[in-house]
C-alpha cells in the first residue's frame, strides 16, 4: 500500500506582506502563552502584554481565542505535511521513507518545541467545524505513516505475522516517541535532530522486523531459564 500524501495549498509563490509577518508574529506569541499556561489558563490580554499588541489590534487579526488554537494547529500541520511531501518525492525506497518521516517530524518538533506542545496538550480543545477539519488533518497524517509501515513490511518481512507487532500498534508507538521529544530533550546536552531522528529510526526498525539481537538472545534464554526453574522446583519437592 503506497503511502498518500494530503496536499496543502501552495503559497510559496505569494509575496510575503507586512499582514502576513503580523500574523506569523501573533501566532508564535500565541504559541508560547498557550505552552505556558495551556489553553484555558490563558488569555487575549495575556497575549497583549507579551505581543506588545492592543486587544483591538490582536482581535483585528483574531476574533478569539479558539480561532488562534485553530490557527496554531493548522500552521502546525501544515508545515510538517508541505516538508514531509517535498522530501519524500523521488524516493521509492521504503525505509528511506520511513526513517525521512521520522527525521521531518523529529527536526520540527525539537525546533517548535512549543507547538508541539500546544499540539499534543490541546488536542481535543477545538469540538466544532475547527476540530472537525484538523481531526480530518490528522487522519491524514495518521495514515500516511501507516501507508509508510506497510510499505516496509511489504518489502521486508522477517518474521511470520503472527510474532509480529500489528501496524497500528507499530504506529502508535513510533507517534510516542516522536510526540513527547519537547519533554525530556536538552538541546544543550542531548542529541540533534539528525542523530535523534536516525537512532529513532533504528529502534523502530529493528523491533518492527522483530528481528534484534536482544530478541533472538532472550528466545533462546528463555527455555534455558525454564528447564532451570523446572530442576530447582523437582529438587524441593523430593526433599519435602
Known amino acids: 500500500m503506497a503511502a498518500t500524501l494530503v496536499q496543502s495549498p501552495d503559497t510559496s509563490s505569494a509575496p510575503e ?6 500574523l506569523s508574529e501573533i ?7 498557550f505552552a505556558e499556561k495551556g489553553y484555558e489558563g490563558a488569555s487575549m490580554r495575556d497575549l497583549s502584554r507579551l505581543s506588545g499588541i492592543s486587544l ?39 525505509e528511506q521513507r520511513l526513517r525521512i518521516f521520522v527525521h521531518n517530524h523529529v527536526e520540527y518538533a525539537l525546533a517548535r ?35 509508510l509501515v506497510e510499505d516496509l513490511e511489504h518489502n521486508r518481512r522477517v518474521y511470520p505475522k503472527q510474532q509480529r507487532a500489528s501496524t497500528r500498534t507499530a504506529v502508535m508507538s513510533l507517534f510516542g516517541a516522536m510526540n513527547w521529544l519537547y519533554t525530556w530533550h536538552n538541546p544543550e546536552s542531548d542529541l540533534d535532530a539528525e542523530t535523534l531522528s536516525r ?27 525454564k528447564a532451570r526453574r523446572s530442576a530447582r522446583e523437582i529438587s524441593r519437592s523430593a526433599h519435602e
Do not use: W
Open 17 to 22: 506582506t507586512r499582514f502576513d509577518r503580523r
Open 27 to 33: 501566532l508564535d506569541f500565541a504559541t508560547e502563552i
Open 56 to 94: 483591538a489590534g490582536l482581535y483585528y487579526y483574531f476574533d478569539s481565542k479558539e480561532k488562534l488554537l485553530y490557527s496554531i494547529q493548522k500552521h502546525t500541520f501544515t508545515t510538517i505535511l508541505d516538508r514531509l511531501r517535498e522530501r519524500l518525492s523521488g524516493e521509492h525506497d521504503p
Open 113 to 147: 518545541y512549543h507547538a508541539m506542545k500546544v499540539l499534543s496538550h490541546e488536542d481535543d480543545v477545538l469540538k466544532n467545524g475547527y476540530g472537525t477539519e484538523l481531526a480530518v488533518i490528522k487522519r491524514h497524517y495518521y495514515r500516511i505513516c501507516m501507508g
Open 199 to 225: 537512532q529513532i529510526s533504528d529502534l523502530f526498525l529493528r523491533g518492527l522486523s522483530g528481528g534484534t539481537k536482544f530478541g533472538r538472545v532472550a528466545e533462546r534464554a528463555l527455555p534455558a531459564r
